[in-house]
């Protein structure tokens, strides 16, 4: 409830500002403002609910409410196609919550949670398993976990700045909660949850950060680095189950602990990159990263924001990202001392993705801030191009002091995480909070050493300014190897930058490419682009749907324009509705004529 409380204060102040430049929709900004509080509203009534029926019933609510927020700019075609497919989605999500719910329901005549532990704990292990893998689908589809995030990259980037940070912040996290909590309520074998848990996230984790540095959108990048991220809460998951199950108490404390931890931070370190990203979006009117360059110049606080956010996403002290990430490293080099070789092998293949997870991300973010802030601008941009004025993004200000606090104060979390860590491991007090203490008074050191570093390199930078303040300064283009074109065309793209990633990548890939080859002696347009696709989502949604639009088509003689069919359908439609069920009656009753011989 915190983590939804302050980033919804933070997207309200920002929001408040950003909706600003649409001043003159003002019908439309009420109807935004209502959803907005009815989003806020439902997510903290799904924290409290006991009652199944009443969770579904208000995670409708919020499906509902969400929807609206997002198709706020509802005139654009994308928009509204992202905003629908949001919807059905989350109705998807709903039925699999309702079918897991009415299961329990069924067994014991209750929706009271109660009624799941009582359920689980007098059946055998297979029905808690079941129970739990209908439960992890509808939160999986919530929370963005492959392969069911298809949602979730359309989403982010059609809503409006305010709201793909919440968005990303803390409405994909109530699937996080929502499975934390079916954890504590359903008895059964967790080790086999463990291993499930972790796999998945592992894959969702590295699949979406391999599809995050191939993108050229900068809000559908970020959307992507929000799958990557529930990847690593997931293995914090499943090392906490694999703790319960196998009964070793530093996998829980570290396991559900750093996956609390990374839900707070990601909240933090994703809504700042949003806002950042809106920034730019109403400054230059684009989020093609391949138009930008050079904005650090001309929006030096969004800029550094961004970096911010960047380092911190990236799992670099002293930044919260760290904290979270070396809680989950530090089960898992725990987890090594088993003496169990399949479950270190196992161990040994999560700690791989984590690390893979982390060296991506850092090429990623080298990309996207390089690409988008460093560099000449790769359009011209309009002269009176100005960065926001620092009241406007003071709840900007407000999630970077607390990235850097919790980077460095840790310790201030460790009662929060001992109470909720205790509910997966009851009667074990000391333990925990010795074995808390020991982790956060690392990452304390590390976090106030890391500070001194970048004090120490702010020094120098300031003594470099003053050094050069009373120096005359020119500003002149890079040198183009004698090229005498346009010399922003001589730096890297979006594209280009992460070139050998991409063909070492490619089979994992989906990438289309259009290119215009050079013709004739003098040739005066040779380029190539690139168009990045999910090969999940096209093997899962795009190619059946492709199916069943053929099929359909099939029918398409049905819808002739000639009202006669049309009245003659209607006719035949009253008289089946009529027959039928006479003819189903008369059939049961010969069958219990033929009973009764």
């Not at 990259?153 to 968005?167: D, E, K, Y």
């Not at 074998?189 to 050229?216: E, K, N, P, R």
């Not at 092998?345 to 080298?366: D, H, K, N, Q």
């Amino acid at each position: 409830m915190l983590v939804i409380s302050f980033t919804f204060l933070t997207g309200a102040w920002y929001g408040f500002q950003y909706l600003k430049k649409y001043r003159n929709q003002s019908a439309n900004i009420a109807l935004h403002a209502i959803a907005f509080i009815l989003v806020y509203t439902a997510l903290i009534d799904i924290c409290i609910i006991q009652n199944g029926f009443a969770l579904l019933v208000i995670w409708e609510v919020m499906a509902l409410s969400s929807f609206m927020v997002i198709i706020f700019e509802h005139h654009k075609t994308d928009t509204l196609k992202a905003g629908i497919n949001f919807l059905i989605q989350s109705h998807v999500c709903i039925l699999f919550l309702t079918l897991a719910f009415m299961w329990v329901k069924i067994k014991t005549g209750s929706f009271d949670f109660l009624a799941i532990t009582a359920y689980t704990s007098s059946q055998p292990a297979v029905t808690g398993i079941g129970l739990f893998l209908v439960f992890f689908t509808g939160f999986a589809i919530k929370a963005g976990f492959v392969p069911f995030h298809t949602w979730l990259p359309l989403a982010h980037p059609a809503a409006p700045a305010h709201i793909s940070g919440i968005m990303s912040g803390v409405i994909i996290k109530i699937g996080i909660y929502g499975m934390l909590r079916m954890l504590m309520l359903i008895k059964t074998d967790m080790i086999t949850i463990g291993y499930f848990i972790v796999t998945i996230s592992v894959i969702t984790g590295v699949y979406g950060v391999m599809l995050a540095i191939v993108q050229h959108n900068l809000k559908k990048l970020l959307a992507y680095h929000s799958i990557e991220n529930i990847g690593i809460i997931g293995i914090g998951i499943g090392l906490g189950c694999l703790g319960v199950g196998y009964g070793i108490p530093v996998l829980i404390i570290c396991g559900f602990g750093g996956a609390l931890l990374h839900t707070l931070n990601h909240s933090l370190f994703k809504s700042l990159l949003f806002y950042s990203a809106g920034n730019i979006y109403q400054a230059i009117h684009t989020m093609d990263i391949e138009s930008m360059g050079g904005l650090l110049k001309r929006m030096p606080r969004s800029g550094y924001l961004f970096l911010i956010g960047s380092l911190a996403i990236c799992g670099l002290p002293p930044f919260n990202g760290f904290v979270s990430e070396f809680f989950i490293y530090t089960g898992l080099f725990n987890a090594l001392l088993s003496n169990h070789f399949l479950f270190t092998l196992f161990i040994l293949f999560a700690i791989f993705g984590l690390v893979l997870i982390g060296g991506l991300a850092l090429m990623c973010f080298t990309k996207a801030f390089g690409i988008v802030f460093l560099g000449t601008p790769r359009k011209k941009f309009d002269e009176g191009l100005v960065d926001e004025k620092p009241l406007k993004i003071f709840p900007m200000y407000l999630v970077a002091l607390a990235i850097v606090i919790i980077g460095i104060l840790p310790l201030l979390l460790m009662p929060a995480i001992q109470k909720i860590v205790q509910l997966y491991q009851p009667g074990s007090v000391a333990f925990t909070t010795v074995q808390l203490k020991s982790i956060l008074d690392i990452l304390s050191s590390v976090g106030w050493y890391s500070l001194g570093f970048i004090a120490l390199v702010a020094a120098m930078y300031y003594i470099r300014h003053l050094i050069t303040a009373k120096r005359e300064v020119t500003a002149d283009a890079t040198w183009g190897c004698g090229y005498t074109g346009d010399a922003a065309k001589m730096q890297y793209t979006a594209s280009s930058f992460v070139r050998t990633y991409r063909k070492l990548a490619g089979p994992f890939l989906m990438i289309k490419k259009e290119k215009r080859e050079a013709c004739g002696l003098y040739p005066e347009h040779i380029n190539q682009v690139t168009h990045p696709h999910d090969k999940v989502e096209n093997w899962f949604i795009e190619k059946p749907l492709l199916s069943i639009r053929k099929l359909l088509g099939r029918f398409v003689f049905l819808q002739n324009g000639n009202i006669q069919a049309y009245i003659l359908y209607g006719l035949i439609f009253i008289g089946l509705a009529i027959l039928l069920p006479l003819i189903i009656d008369n059939i049961s009753g010969f069958f219990n004529l033929l009973n009764r011989l």
